[in-house]
């Protein structure tokens, strides 16, 4: 009930292409949609966040998808570059930013 | 400039040994939290704590202990309990109870098994 489903677990891009990341969730009671951006030995920093209540949301390259029927949302980067190589984490709140349920991640590669 | 600071960045426990993880905040967040990462885990809510001492335990709180003194610092004791301590740690803060609001995150520190 409380966990977040991340796919796929490595992506690798070209440069200039899209990059899809997908999560579902069950608790339907979840009302914050974060996602994380994090490279190697530094913390994961917020990307852009979504709630239920709009169905997309978009900052520059990153769009976020929001279907809240079907429990799931996704992480679009438009043009993606080799500078947006990192981990990316979607997670899930209830009621505000406490307790945050993770998904387990998607490295990302994009090649030059 | 505002954030929070972890210390130390890497650090070693002996077999039966305690060690403690340092984390501080000057962004006056209410809330601070401690997760634990593993290679294709994701982040795992080990405490939080939302006021001054007052903590919560997490999804994986056995081996761990936390106290929370002050506003600014909530420090995490990795005990000889934690039969796996070999992470990546992270201590993270928010303003509680305000829809919207994200965590931020420190730098991390890593913990290996001498």
């Known amino acids: 009930q409380q966990q977040v489903k991340q796919s796929p677990q490595s992506l690798i891009v070209q440069k200039g292409g899209i990059s899809i990341i997908n999560c579902a969730y069950e608790?339907?009671?979840?009302?914050?949609f974060p996602w994380y951006q994090q490279f190697p030995g530094k913390g994961p920093a917020l990307l852009i966040a979504?709630?239920?209540?709009?169905s997309e949301k978009k900052e520059g390259r990153f769009t976020i998808s929001f279907n809240k029927s079907a429990k799931q949302f996704s992480l679009h980067i438009m043009d993606s570059q080799p500078g947006d190589s990192a981990t990316y984490f979607c997670a899930a709140g209830q009621g505000g930013s406490e307790k945050l349920v993770f998904g387990k991640g998607t490295k990302l590669t994009v090649n030059p | 400039d505002g954030g929070i600071t972890q210390s130390p960045k890497y650090l070693f426990r002996k077999e039966g040994q305690n060690v403690t993880l340092s984390c501080e905040q000057n962004?006056?967040?209410?809330?601070m939290y401690w997760y634990r990462q593993d290679p294709g885990q994701g982040l795992r809510l080990i405490y939080y704590?939302?006021?001054?001492?007052?903590?919560q335990k997490g999804d994986i709180a056995e081996g761990y202990s936390v106290s929370r003194e002050k506003k600014e610092s909530f420090p995490l004791t990795v005990t000889s309990a934690q039969k796996n301590p070999t992470a990546f740690y992270l201590c993270?803060?928010?303003?509680?109870?305000?829809?919207?609001?994200?965590?931020?995150f420190g730098d991390g520190t890593r913990l290996s098994i001498l």
């Open positions: 962004l006056n967040h209410d809330a």
């Open positions: 979504i709630r239920p209540d709009v």
């Open positions: 608790n339907t009671a979840f009302d914050y």
């Open positions: 704590s939302q006021i001054v001492n007052d903590f």
């Open positions: 993270a803060s928010s303003i509680w109870r305000e829809v919207g609001q994200p965590q931020h």
